[in-house]
């Protein structure tokens, strides 16, 4: 066997890895995009208006970064794949909290399943980094494209489900809590063999709060992701209000979260042939703008092209924006922190997206300043996405590589 290269065995053992994370990745966005379709009912049974409902998808989302910035520390006392299976029982839980008759579970629930996703966010990177060294970009590619896929899905099948069930919303979202279980038990063994505490921490953290790198990574992250929690919770809402009846605005949220998945596994193929990925964060700015420029004010039937343009734009944007922080940061170690730093910060920029939206919303009385927000914001995220599409790293400060941080080459 030739140097470098593995056997049969190592083999397996690498592709049963990859699986294990996209059996996770497929539960981390459901809970959040089988909201938007049933939005119009739960608003219309509950009595809730645009600005609460909008709370209701931006509540995932602020826990994703007040509880993204928290694990870390977690990850000092346990193993990722304990915190893996973690989430995914705590996320279960949520769900199921969730069909409980009463506006208080339907929050209530929605922040443990909040929390349990952001523990997932921010281990599932780090994991990546560690098992994957050399194959960050195509793993991490392969992990959101499972995300996107996740998302359609669910976003594709609530309506259906709830018809089918009589009109009731509650179990499209409880039935979520399936796949999330059965993930969590499939971490389980690898979960008991890990063992305690994880590695030690070799050489001195370095500082990501005073990082030029880090902060162009993490507003990159936060911009994409403000954009795809808008799309999450309104874009089904702004095609019924264009004239799609309930069943087609959630299948045209499905088709740009399928698209996604194409966005996603072009970027590792595009990036091969790339100095940087810079070119890449341009193009994910012109998608994204034209995706949301046309469902809004194109014609009725290029509502379907532009949600595919939309899809190809974010999934791209989601998949350079977790790509940065495998590849921007050193090693294993210091990809936890900007994991954290990123989706933590990142994500509770996302949380004024939605809510946003929802009050512009309800001012205007209309979409065309609330979209008009959302495009200037898919232009802003290039100038950060530039930045940290430069070939550089974030390492550990040892006395080997006392430089300072954000200025080494990749």
């Known amino acids: 066997m030739r140097p470098g290269r593995l056997n049969v065995g190592e083999r397996r053992a690498r592709l049963w890895s990859v699986g294990l994370i996209v059996l996770v990745a497929l539960n981390l966005r459901p809970a959040i995009t089988a909201v938007g379709p049933l939005l119009t009912d739960i608003r219309t049974g509950l009595g809730l208006s645009s600005a609460t409902a909008g709370a209701l998808?931006?509540?995932?989302?602020?826990?994703?970064?007040?509880?993204?910035?928290?694990?870390?520390?977690?990850?000092?006392?346990?193993?990722?794949?304990?915190?893996?299976?973690?989430?995914?029982?705590?996320?279960?839980?949520?769900?199921?909290?969730?069909?409980?008759?009463?506006?208080?579970?339907?929050?209530?629930?929605?922040?443990?399943?909040?929390?349990?996703?952001?523990?997932?966010?921010?281990?599932?990177?780090?994991?990546?980094?560690?098992?994957?060294?050399?194959?960050?970009?195509?793993?991490?590619?392969?992990?959101?494209?499972?995300?996107?896929?996740?998302?359609?899905?669910?976003?594709?099948?609530?309506?259906?489900?709830?018809?089918?069930?009589?009109?009731?919303?509650?179990?499209?979202?409880?039935?979520?809590?399936?796949?999330?279980?059965?993930?969590?038990?499939?971490?389980?063994?690898?979960?008991?063999?890990?063992?305690?505490?994880?590695?030690?921490?070799?050489?001195?953290?370095?500082?990501?709060?005073?990082?030029?790198?880090?902060?162009?990574?993490?507003?990159?992250?936060?911009?994409?992701?403000?954009?795809?929690?808008v799309v999450f919770g309104w874009l089904p809402t702004i095609c019924q209000d264009r004239g799609l009846t309930e069943a087609h605005a959630g299948l045209v949220l499905a088709v740009s979260s399928f698209v996604q998945a194409i966005g996603s596994l072009i970027v590792p193929a595009v990036d091969r042939r790339l100095r940087d990925q810079r070119p890449l964060v341009a193009a994910v700015g012109v998608l994204t703008v034209a995706g949301f420029a046309g469902i809004a004010w194109a014609p009725t039937g290029l509502i379907w092209v532009s949600a595919v343009v939309l899809g190809l734009g974010q999934g791209s944007g989601f998949a350079l924006a977790l790509a940065f922080i495998g590849l921007r940061a050193g090693d294993a170690q210091v990809t936890a922190r900007l994991s954290g730093m990123a989706q933590g910060v990142g994500y509770l920029i996302a949380a004024t997206g939605p809510f946003t939206f929802g009050i512009l919303h309800d001012v205007t009385g209309g979409w065309n300043v609330p979209v008009g927000m959302a495009v200037g914001v898919a232009v802003l995220e290039v100038v950060p996405g530039l930045a940290a599409g430069r070939a550089r790293t974030i390492r550990h400060v040892t006395a080997e590589t006392a430089a300072p941080a954000g200025t080494g080459r990749s």
Request: charged letters at 10%.
């Open 57 to 229: 998808t931006t509540l995932p989302v602020l826990c994703f970064g007040a509880f993204g910035l928290l694990t870390p520390a977690l990850r000092h006392r346990f193993r990722g794949e304990v915190l893996l299976v973690a989430g995914m029982i705590l996320l279960t839980a949520g769900l199921l909290v969730r069909t409980v008759p009463s506006l208080a579970a339907l929050f209530a629930g929605t922040l443990v399943a909040g929390i349990a996703i952001s523990v997932c966010n921010v281990t599932v990177p780090a994991v990546i980094k560690r098992d994957h060294p050399g194959n960050v970009t195509f793993v991490t590619a392969v992990y959101s494209t499972a995300l996107t896929v996740g998302a359609a899905i669910a976003s594709g099948i609530a309506v259906p489900i709830k018809d089918t069930a009589g009109g009731g919303w509650r179990l499209p979202l409880g039935l979520l809590a399936i796949p999330a279980l059965l993930a969590g038990l499939a971490w389980v063994p690898r979960a008991r063999r890990g063992g305690g505490r994880p590695p030690a921490e070799t050489g001195t953290p370095p500082p990501l709060w005073r990082d030029r790198l880090a902060w162009q990574v993490t507003a990159f992250m936060g911009l994409q992701s403000l954009l795809a929690y």
